[in-house]
Nanobody, 115 residues
Framework: QVQLVESGGGLVQPGGSLRLSCAPS????????MDWYRQAPGKERELVAT???????NYRDSVKGRFTISRDNAKNTVYLQMNSLIPEDTAVYYC?????????WGQGTQVTVSS
């Protein structure tokens, strides 16, 4: 069974940067959109950024200007470049792939912003 595999999380100081990656473990049919979500302890999962197959992007207000989502369609890989990180960005980050009538989640990668 194909899975989405995230990588790139870790511990970073405030003001630092991280780059997350997400790719399928095997062959996958047409992906319409790929999303990054995050879930902080005690909070609901929230959408961080979205990118369509055509390259249109959307971000939640709190990360605009700091995070950049990008995508390699040939590899079905999505990236999240996170700059100027703040403690409030601490969460488990999940990627999600969306097709015509299906969706697939990754297992999550921990991002901790702390001095």
């Amino acid at each position: 069974q194909v899975q989405l595999v995230e990588s790139g999380g870790g511990l970073v100081q405030p003001g630092g940067s991280l780059r997350l990656s997400c790719a399928p473990s095997g062959r996958i049919i047409t992906i319409y959109a790929m999303d990054w979500y995050r879930q902080a302890p005690g909070k609901e999962r929230e959408l961080v950024a979205t990118i369509t197959s055509g390259g249109r992007t959307n971000y939640r207000d709190s990360v605009k200007g700091r995070f950049t989502i990008s995508r390699d369609n040939a590899k079905n890989t999505v990236y999240l470049q996170m700059n100027s990180l703040i403690p409030e960005d601490t969460a488990v980050y999940y990627c999600k792939a969306v097709g015509s009538n299906w969706s697939l989640w990754g297992q999550g990668t921990q991002v901790t912003v702390s001095s």
